[in-house]
């Protein structure tokens, strides 16, 4: 897990026209069916417009498409990729990030 600040993503047709600024979806598994399966969600493309799903994994994520655009460019923009916390010492202050990053 990470501290998303920001994300800035770039479709355009298969042929690689049409080039648009979109935003991402992100999705989880109570929604991924509905969005892929209901033409009428801004998933699908349509008119040079559409929003990929972003999906969780292990590892961090994926990016989806319907395969009727594509995506040119992806930038994701973080504070840092935290500390992990575990259950060790529960009385221990974080100290991953200042007070003034709250």
Not at 7 to 14: L, R
Not at 18 to 40: P, W
């Amino acid at each position: 897990m990470m501290f998303a600040l920001n994300e800035d993503i770039i479709i355009s047709d298969t042929n690689g026209e049409n080039q648009t600024d979109a935003c991402v979806f992100e999705c989880t598994a109570d929604s991924f069916m509905y969005r892929v399966n209901n033409k009428l969600t801004d998933f699908h493309y349509r008119f040079h417009k559409a929003r990929p799903l972003r999906i969780r994994t292990r590892r961090g994520f994926r990016l989806l498409t319907d395969k009727k655009y594509k995506i040119d460019s992806y930038t994701l923009g973080f504070l840092k990729i935290p500390d992990e916390i575990t259950n060790k010492d529960p009385y221990k202050d974080y100290t991953d990030f200042e007070d003034y990053t709250w």
